[in-house]
């Protein structure tokens, strides 16, 4: 499986960035789509999570929540991260992870977002 992010840049704070993660080449079964940060410094930490199934259910972490939405697209198994009002505090590596059936997981290579204040 190789998953490919994209998105990524530097913006002003108060701007919008929109992450993507395609994955190609899985045979198993997909339970959930998540983005990750890692600021520098610190340990990467979980950004928010939805599941693929049917009835899209998110998970955000509290510092992003009402700023960032997780939507997803099964069918060209994409996950997208909306980011609006981006802080300096949002900058940092972001990650991508899909998790399938069997506790079998992938990262994508991280995308640098960096918000100048």
């Known amino acids: 499986v190789q998953l490919q992010a994209s998105g990524g840049g530097l913006v002003q704070s108060g701007g919008s960035l929109r992450l993507s993660c395609a994955a190609s080449?899985?045979?198993?079964?997909?339970?959930?789509m998540s983005w990750y940060c890692q600021a520098a410094g610190k340990q990467r930490e979980l950004v928010a999570t939805i599941n693929s199934g049917s009835g899209s259910v998110a998970n955000y972490a509290d510092s992003v929540k009402g700023r960032f939405t997780i939507p997803r697209d099964n069918a060209k198994n994409t996950v997208y991260l909306q980011m609006n009002n981006l802080k300096p505090d949002d900058t940092a590596v972001y990650y991508c992870k899909f998790e399938y059936s069997g506790g079998i997981y992938y990262w994508g290579k991280g995308t640098l977002v960096t918000v100048s204040s």
């Open positions: 080449g899985s045979i198993f079964s997909l339970n959930s």
